[in-house]
């Protein structure tokens, strides 16, 4: 069953007021639309894993947590979200589209939407530049951006581009894909990051984060 325009106007509007439009020189930070308790100090500096309740991230939301000190973006995406990532003339230029850099945790994200459901991403969200925190952009051609944005995140330091699935644009200074960390679904609404369902994982790292 379709939504109808109401529903789907207001998913646009919740879509668009979390999107981060610099201008004037002027870098502006986005506040989290959905807030979450962080876990303790002592749990992050152990890299302990967390619950991630996602019951109400609407399509085309994003959430921010902490984990191991990092911000772990979880990303609803939308059906024309997914459909955007199978174009051919956006996976040509992209530096790795089948992920064969050692960026996720393990063969079951490596695919073309690098999770474990299509419609969920989960990623670090830092620059594998310099470290830096990119922005989530899911507006399509913005004037800052270009006709050839279709959707992702923008690093505002240096300018690296990396699609919704988190994959780095070519000729960026950014050279890796964002890291997908080890998770699974303990439920339809929970994620618990930092480990997989047997435990494992939970020492893992990326080439670089």
Known sequence: MKDGPEKINRRRFLITATTVIGGGGLVALAIPFISYMNPGAGAIAAGVPVDVDISKVEPGMMLTVRWRGRPLWVLRRTEEQLKVLQKPGLVKRLVDPDSQEAQQYGAEVVN??????????????ICTHLGCVPLYRPDIEPMDLG??????????????????????????????????VPYYFKNDTLIRVGELSDKSGQ???PNTW
């Open 112 to 125: 073309w939407y690098r999770s474990l459901k299509p419609e969920y991403l989960v990623i670090v969200g």
């Open 147 to 180: 006709p050839t944005w279709l959707g992702g995140f923008y690093c505002p330091c240096h300018g690296s581009r990396y699609d919704l699935s988190g994959r780095v644009f070519k000729n960026m200074p950014a050279p890796l894909n964002l890291p997908v």
């Open 203 to 205: 020492n893992w790292a």
